[in-house]
């Protein structure tokens, strides 16, 4: 007798120290320099830039292409970064390994992604509409304070999109490595991807506030350091990865 269908559990995840932020920096600096790799990664980055601005020249259907390509981009940066982590220097094809068999899935967790973004803005876009509203009518009425209230609630709306973005980035960064390494299902490796995320915030936090220590160093000779810093972000994304979920 055939049992019925049960949904997926979502895969264990290690609980780790807030010190762990540091280590994913620092093992993504070694995966990138393995064997003298760090040409091709850089190569590999710089064409998925490359891609990312041509496709947004072409209005709202290239923005949307983008968002695609850049799961679909990520999927293949994980392959490579596994590849290198089992001592294999990584390829410039592996950058397009994501089109293969987990195409369907990348382009479906991307797809859940924007359909995210969208409702958060929708609803942000609609209470800030009717908070201006609401500050003109009143201004009409005389009432001096309304328009000064307006200031506030740009605060008030400024946070909440923070607070509802960022549920949405913890789902998204760890979601391409789950659906290419551990072959999930789109929805179960966004939802994984938040749950190790929350769960581990500590070490979230740390790896955040370097990456902004970083970036501010990579930006300033124009910009040229983010040439490294943006595949240390990928092969940190493995790392973290690899810290929570791969077996020892």
Known sequence: MQEPATEPAIPAFRRVEAGHGVNWWSSAWQLMFHRGAAGVWIVMVLIVMIIGGLLHVVPVLGSVAAQIAWFLFAGGLMLAARKTDEGTG?????????????????????????????????????????????GLLGFANGNVGALASLGATSVLLVLAALLLLMPLGMAAWLAPALIVLQKQPPFEALKTSLAACWANLGALTIYGLLWIVFAIIASIPLMLGWLVLAPLMALSSYAAYRDLFAPD
Not at 107 to 134: D, E, K, R, S, Y
């Open 90 to 134: 990584p390829a410039i094809g592996d950058l397009f390994s994501g089109f293969g068999p987990f195409l369907g899935s990348l382009v479906i967790a991307a797809v859940l992604m924007m359909v995210g973004f969208l409702l958060v803005f929708g609803v942000l876009g609609l209470a800030g509409a009717t908070a201006f509203l609401g």
